[in-house]
């Protein structure tokens, strides 16, 4: 069972076609669960949040900051990976259409993906980005855990519509999901429950 006692950043891709495997010392490859939202949607603040380590993936108040693949290895059980965050409108086309093609060619190639994490922030309905993203999923029945962030942003007596908006819009009822809130700690450890439940085989 995973208890997020210990994480390390390992390595960083920006080439799909050099795309690394974390390894134990035997060689076998760990199972992979990737980290997908929004530019700006708090992927980094939760990863720092979920793994209990400051500053292990570096925050920014400018949207569009991690522009690769970002390994982290997890309770030397697991490979988490932090895709580059999508919808940023003010990056360069060709930037934009680097990460798409990064993001597609993990998503379609890891053979280790046993878990997607997709990042909503709470305050607002899925963009068309989320949507694409989510049908994709669905499609290749990729297992799937719906992170809502920036809980605190919306009073509680709306937390309920909010989500219930949400999965409207993705078609989703019936996914799992958490809600967090990374800078009122909130949420981690059900969060964590979540992530173990759908990882046991």
Same mark, same amino acid.
């Given at each position: 069972m995973l208890k997020f006692k210990t994480a390390i950043y390992k390595i960083s891709c920006v080439d799909a076609d050099e795309r690394p495997y974390l390894k134990t010392e035997r060689g076998d490859k760990y199972p992979e669960m990737a980290i997908v939202g929004r530019s700006?949607?708090?992927k980094s603040s939760l990863i720092n949040y979920l793994t209990g380590v400051k500053g292990l993936a570096r925050t920014s108040a400018t949207p569009?900051?991690?522009q690769a693949l970002n390994y982290y290895l997890v309770d030397?059980? @697991?490979s988490l990976v932090d895709l580059p965050g999508y919808g940023f409108a003010e990056a360069p086309f060709e930037m934009k259409k680097n990460w798409a093609e @990064?993001?597609?060619?993990y998503l379609e190639g890891s053979t280790q993906l046993k878990l997607v994490l997709l990042l909503l922030d709470m305050r607002r309905l899925p963009s068309k980005e989320d949507k694409q993203f989510f049908a994709w999923a669905q499609y290749h029945k990729k297992p799937f855990l719906i992170v809502f962030t920036k809980t605190d942003k919306v009073p509680p007596k709306d937390i309920r519509t909010n989500t219930e908006n949400v999965l409207q819009e993705l078609d989703a009822f019936g996914v799992p999901y958490v809600?967090?809130?990374?800078s009122k700690r909130i949420g981690r450890a059900e969060l964590i429950t979540k992530i173990n439940d759908l990882l046991a085989p």
């Open positions: 700006n949607v708090g569009g900051k991690t030397n059980s @697991l @990064l993001i597609d060619s809600h967090t809130t990374a």
